[in-house]
């Protein structure tokens, strides 16, 4: 199960959701905010994993073959694939991200994924 909405009542429900022994995956970064996480419950009967996901590096044995140029072109090739176009639900210039960033913090409305012009 993968957990990114960045609020300790979303990683709580992805405790209580996943299945026995079943992993979640934490993507959300939650800065200095230190999210109050159920641990006892059942945590520990139904054996669950809390897995923490960092995209600065990849999985050791995967290093040699996927080094952060690899990376870094594969991102920019998948960036450019139109497929991708029906989750860009808007798009704003960087000098407006402040701005765009509350809104989205606050009204996120349908925003799916918001592009910003660099």
Not at 65 to 76: D, G, N
Request: hydrophobic share 45%; proline share 5%.
């Amino acid at each position: 199960m993968i957990h990114a909405s960045a609020t300790a009542d979303g990683l709580a429900a992805a405790l209580r959701l996943a299945g026995f022994e079943g992993t979640i995956v934490e993507l959300s970064w939650f800065g200095a905010v230190r999210p109050e996480v159920p641990l006892g419950e059942a945590f520990h009967s139904r054996r669950l994993k809390l897995q923490a996901s960092q995209v600065g590096a990849v999985a050791p044995a995967q290093r040699a073959r996927w080094t952060a140029r690899r990376r870094m072109e594969l991102v920019l090739r998948l960036l450019s694939d139109s497929a991708l176009d029906p989750v860009i639900t808007g798009e704003s210039h960087f000098d407006e991200l402040p701005a765009v960033m509350h809104k989205l913090a606050t009204n996120p409305g349908g925003t799916l994924c918001h592009r910003i012009l660099y």
